[in-house]
């Protein structure tokens, strides 16, 4: 399985940017989906994630309101759209998926640089 994240880019704070994560070598509808992101200096940590049923959804406190992550079973693909971004959200965003219990799969990474 292969996530490639894409969409990012060097934003104003309060602008807006879409995230992508195609996912190949397997059908994201049977798997939970999540957004991470990790600041330099910092560790990883958890933005949103949705369920494989697309009946779930969960945000982190400091992006709840802002982002909203989607899915399109049918292009196999997720979506991070973030909205009101703060220099707060600069970070390195990562895909990942959830077969069952954990996150065994990962994209590559998408920088996003918000400027104040």
């Known amino acids: 399985v292969q996530l490639q994240a894409s969409g990012g880019g060097l934003v104003q704070a309060g602008g807006s940017l879409r995230l992508s994560c195609v996912v190949s070598g397997g059908a994201i509808r049977t798997y939970d989906m999540g957004w991470f992101r990790q600041a330099p200096g910092k560790e990883r940590e958890f933005v949103a994630d949705?369920?494989?049923?697309?009946?779930?959804?969960r945000y982190s406190n400091s992006v709840k309101g802002r982002f909203t992550i989607s899915r399109d079973n049918a292009k196999n693909t997720v979506y991070l759209q973030m909205n009101s971004l703060k220099p707060e959200d600069t970070a390195v965003y990562y895909c990942a998926a959830r077969p069952d219990t954990a996150y065994n799969y990962w994209g590559q990474g998408t920088q996003v640089t918000v400027s104040s």
């Open positions: 949705n369920s494989w049923d697309d009946k779930s959804t």
